[in-house]
């Protein structure tokens, strides 16, 4: 019968192991199941066969927000429900505190910061800690003022554009001219607000500033010994064109990077070059030459003007002694100039008064050949 029956509850299914309505049958060797159950090591038994403890578990998320939602209506509200001001005002005090320390900004020693009220310029700030109203009312954006900015104007890293190198210059030639400008920020409020692209401004106008430059210079000068000129002037002219922009914009150099004829014609052009530089070369040697023959010159006139001062003050030193005693001046001149005149020549005495002419030989008044030699002998 089904109540005698404890092997199964229903399904007479013996192997199920489900107990009978009258409990579990006793085992078949006389021991009590809870003593075996509580002997092995996954029963329910401690390790002593005392009840095992529950295994630990994690905090639950239902019971976490039910304790902060109390603590809420605790700070909020009052016993009886009623919404506390004070707790109200503290997190409006909060919320406006944080939203006013959006305001906080700093600026870096290489920038300048501009303020804007709803969009519009309201001041310039410079290094160091700095304050304006939150959004949406002011808003701030910085600018680096000591960053170096490069434009490459006829192309750049060997890509050669031709609608913006070929130039014409002064004398109607053609010339391939690349060349990059290196500008920075002067004023950050100019900056953003009076130039809607800055990049593209310098670069326009740079172009058109070199090609004014190189419009008035002729192409040989540009090509040898006018690049630093022309380099000067195209910068002189970009700051000046910036300025009337108000740009805020500084430039800070330009550099030719390449100067070229065409290069159809590059060959005849080298050619004009090299014969230029062997023109120069040779009125380099002829100034050297023309120098040379100056100071040689002004060294010659040094050496007569001093000599003619020589000799006018020994005029006027005789002429003191002269002024003394002009009789023994008079015969020492006189013994003086026929020493000089006749020192180097033959001289024929006579003793004789009154006798009839002397015939002399042809070879007397010649000079003699020996005569230096045994002066130089003696």
Known sequence: MPWNDNSSSGSGNSGSGKPGPWGSPPPEDGKDPREDKAQRPGGRGGPKGGPRKPPPTGPD??????????????????????????????????A???????????????????????????????????????????????????????IDVGGADGADVPEESLMLTGDENIIDLDFSVQWRVSD??????????????????????????????????????ARGQVQEQAAQLMQAVLDRYDAGVFIDGVQIRNANPPTDVIDAFRDVAAAGQNAESAANVARGEAAKVVQAAIGYREQVVREAAGEAARFNQVYEQYR?????????????TMQRVLANSNKVILDTKGSGPVVLPPDVFRPKATAPTARSGQ
Not at 113 to 121: I, K, L, P
Not at 324 to 336: F, Q, S
């Open 61 to 94: 998320l239902n019971d976490t927000l039910d304790r902060l939602n109390a603590r809420l209506r605790e700070f909020f509200t009052d016993g009886r429900g009623n919404i506390r001001p004070r707790a109200v005002g503290t997190v409006i005090a909060g």
């Open 188 to 225: 950050a409020s100019k900056y953003l607000f009076n130039v809607r692209d800055p990049d593209a401004t310098v670069k326009a106008v740079a172009e058109s500033a070199m090609r004014e430059v190189v419009g008035r210079t002729p192409l040989q000068p540009v090509l040898t010994t």
């Open 324 to 336: 003394l005693a002009p009789g023994v001046t008079r015969e020492r001149l006189y013994i003086e």
């Open 96 to 150: 406006a505190a944080l939203y006013l320390a959006t305001g906080v900004y700093f600026v870096q020693p290489d920038e300048q910061a501009v303020v804007t009220t709803f969009g519009a310029y309201s001041r310039t700030t410079g290094s160091g800690a700095g304050y304006h109203l939150p959004w949406p009312v002011e808003a701030v954006e910085k600018v680096s003022v000591t960053t170096l900015n490069r």
